[in-house]
């Protein structure tokens, strides 16, 4: 057993150790967060280090005409600190552009990898339609640091719909009646459109037709084209016999001579007597029948012909182009003015929608 001396000193050897283990349990909770400081912050001294190439970046921005409405090629460039363009100064690296839109939202366009002239191109294939403001971002390089280029403003245009437009030359006609004209169909696409245009036309005065040659157009990039022809129909009154033949007449005239003298020369023969009569009764009948049917056409004619009426018309001309479930329906219009003797109107005056 130990003395009551040896007790204490035990007590306090252990009180000495306690206080040992907590100094050094104090010590380690405050070190280890610092020491997790200095880890983290040594890349970024080493990549900030005074060796790093300082750099300037510059960004644009230009439509892509060849593309859809909407489209821009953002192009920035990396210059070293003396001026010289970055290439080799600044080893390989990449540029980042971020869009701030008219809202201040930031969102990121892509990244495109620096190029030995120091430059980057992203090709951007659509933007939302408004006023943005386009930043280049260099990412910085073992042997460069990092740099954010001055804002670059741009304004989208919304994206436009594949679409077609008709356009006629020339926009009027005067034509005599009975006399056909011919107009020219242009069809111009817009922004792409590519499929095939129905045409028709509507609005023609009486006695009047259209034709459209073709009348079912393909489109694309540079367009189609078609050929309008009006017909009109000149008055017509009742046409009369300029020559009055007797041929027919004499075809039905000499059966029924002959039959007269056969009936002369049968005597008593029944037989011939029976056929004489046939061929006068035949010949009485036809030319009675003729004869009739003749002066109906002479004296009465074929009814007339009014032809196409004097005056103006709007010819609506239309075209109309199907994908799927969705039509789309265009209209111009051509002025038509005819000369004629009918008098009696008839014409349509309504334009295009």
Sequence with gaps: SLTPPSRYKRALDLQSASRSTLS????????????????????????????????TIAAESAPVQSQSLGAFTLTAHVVVADGATADAET???????????????????GSSLLSADGSATLKVSSMPEGAHAVRAVF???????????????????????????????PSSLNLEAGVQGSVAVTITAVNGFSSYVSLSCAGLPLFTTCNFLPSNVPVGASGGRSTLTLNTVAPSGRVSLIRRDTGLVYAFLLPGVLGLAGLGLAGR?????????????????????????????LNRGPSPNPGTPNGNSVIRVF???????????????????????????????????
């Design 24 to 55: 050094f349990r104090r010590w380690t909770s405050r070190a280890l967060p610092a020491l997790a400081a200095a880890l983290v912050l040594l890349p970024a001294g080493v990549a900030q280090s005074p060796s790093a190439t300082a750099t």
């Design 91 to 109: 080893g390989p690296g990449s540029v980042t552009f971020f869009d701030t839109n008219s809202s201040g939202q930031i969102r990121e366009l």
């Design 139 to 169: 990412n910085g390089s073992e042997s460069a640091s990092p740099s954010t280029s001055a804002a670059a403003a741009l304004t989208a245009q919304a994206t436009g719909t594949p679409d077609f437009s008709l356009g006629v030359a």
């Design 269 to 297: 023969n029944r037989s011939l007597r029976t056929l004489a009569v046939l061929c006068v009764a035949g010949s009485v009948m036809a030319g009675a029948g003729a004869c009739a049917q003749r002066y109906t056409y």
């Design 319 to 353: 075209g109309t182009s199907v994908n799927g479930a969705e039509a789309r329906v265009k209209c111009v219009q051509v002025a038509l003015n005819v000369t004629s003797t009918n008098k009696s109107g008839g014409n349509i005056l309504t334009p295009c929608p």
